[in-house]
């Protein structure tokens, strides 16, 4: 495969590493929280036509899960084509991880439990709940993007 072979394939395997292990976290500090801390349950009240919260046909307590879900669909896809067109660096693939990572989790805990359990609580600008896959995936998206501009700066 030529001399980045190696380079592309362990940046793979930290990124899968990672990805499992904020998975895995993610389930255990939700059952924490739930048992030692004050939570919120997010649930999710049925399933809309997609994109419905545009036009204003939706209720409000489906924007969010809406536009999180077109949102993180979008990253992924730009991210799968640099990660292919671009040397993944390691920050790439912790970011990669976390991102993946905490989408899976949040994802995995809406079908599992119908639910997503917010736990820790953000009082600017707004009063909020988030969870660590919330966390995670920012954190994830923040780092992909560090890598990928810093990467096409050297090209």
């Known amino acids: 495969m030529g001399p980045r072979a190696p380079s592309v394939r362990i940046a793979n395997l930290l ?10 976290l993610a389930f ?5 929280a739930r048992k030692h801390g004050e939570t919120l349950e997010n649930h ?3 399933i809309r036509l997609p994109l419905a919260w545009v036009k204003g046909l939706g209720p409000r307590s489906v924007e969010v899960p809406v536009i999180s879900a077109v949102i993180v669909l979008v990253i ?3 991210v799968v084509l640099l990660w292919w067109r671009l040397r993944p660096t390691a920050l790439a693939a912790i970011g990669l991880g976390l991102f993946g990572g905490g989408s899976a989790a949040n994802i995995a805990e809406r079908i599992t439990f119908g639910s997503v359990t917010d736990y820790i609580p953000i009082s600017w600008p707004d009063y909020y709940f988030l969870n660590f896959s919330d ?5 994830g998206g923040v780092l992909l993007a560090i890598a990928m501009v810093g990467s096409l700066a050297r090209r």
Do not use: M, N, P
Not at 15 to 24: D, K
Not at 28 to 32: A, G, M, P, S, T
């Open 15 to 24: 990124a899968l590493i990672i990805g499992s292990g904020t998975w895995l």
């Open 28 to 32: 255990v500090i939700r059952d924490l």
């Open 44 to 46: 999710w009240h049925g």
């Open 76 to 78: 992924l896809c730009a």
């Open 135 to 139: 966390l995670a995936v920012l954190a």
